[in-house]
Antibody
């Protein structure tokens, strides 16, 4: 079955950086884009960016341009999301999400990674 | 402020129907067929329940249905059940980026 397994919760200080990983299994890694979506406590969903495992289709939401970097490791089937210059506003659950090919739809979600920014 | 507009709450008694609206623009919902809906229970990741306006993934009950008219999409949950109590989010492709609604909390009375 399709699984996206994310790295564990992080507590980071303001101004620091964080990396969240997302290991895919149960399907052909190269066949599907991966999105990143975040959800602040008690808030809605926010799209951050997209990357295809072949390195193409790299796009970021405007508010994250320059602060978020999406990468991938095709050998291990793992996607990464790096975010720099963190503030308390970045405290959220971060999800990696598979795109349903041809539908531009978020079909399988990782379990989420809570990133807490606190001094 | 979310790009798509949903009512913050909706409710119904067991067995009744509830419809959630999702208002967008001619640049997102009005321009593409790629409208989807997600159900999220507390502490859980969202789950896809409707894609491409009205299609259901395998395993999603046919009590869930979707539609679109102009720049507004809708999700109807028929025959409400206790387990349908959750937050529901709409989303639309907008030519990259993708946009979400602010979410609607459905309460089963």
């Amino acid at each position: 079955q399709v699984q996206l397994v994310q790295s564990g919760a992080e507590v980071v200080k303001p101004g620091a950086s964080v990396t969240v990983s997302c290991k895919a299994s149960g399907y052909t890694f190269s066949d599907h884009h991966i999105h990143w979506v975040r959800q602040a406590p008690g808030q809605g969903l926010e799209w951050m960016g997209i990357l295809h495992p072949n390195g193409g289709s790299l796009r970021y939401a405007e508010k994250f341009e320059g602060r978020v970097t999406l990468t991938r490791d095709t050998a291990t089937g793992t996607m990464y999301m790096d975010m720099t210059s963190l503030t308390s506003d970045d405290t959220a659950v971060y999800y990696c999400v598979r795109d349903r090919s041809g539908s531009w739809t978020f079909d399988y979600w990782g379990q989420g990674t809570l990133v807490t920014v606190s001094s | 402020q979310s790009a798509l507009t949903q009512p913050p709450s909706a409710s119904g008694s067991p067995g009744q129907s509830v419809t959630i609206s999702c208002a967008g623009t001619s640049s997102d919902i009005g321009a593409y067929k790629f409208v989807s809906w997600y159900q999220q229970h507390p502490g859980k990741a969202p789950k896809l329940i409707i894609y491409e306006v009205s299609k259901r993934p395998p395993g999603v009950p046919d009590r869930f249905s979707g539609s679109k008219s102009g720049n507004t999409a809708s999700l109807t949950v028929s025959g409400l059940q206790a387990e349908d109590e959750a937050d529901y989010y709409c989303s639309s492709y907008a030519g990259s980026p993708w946009v979400f609604g602010g979410g609607t909390r459905v309460t089963v009375l």
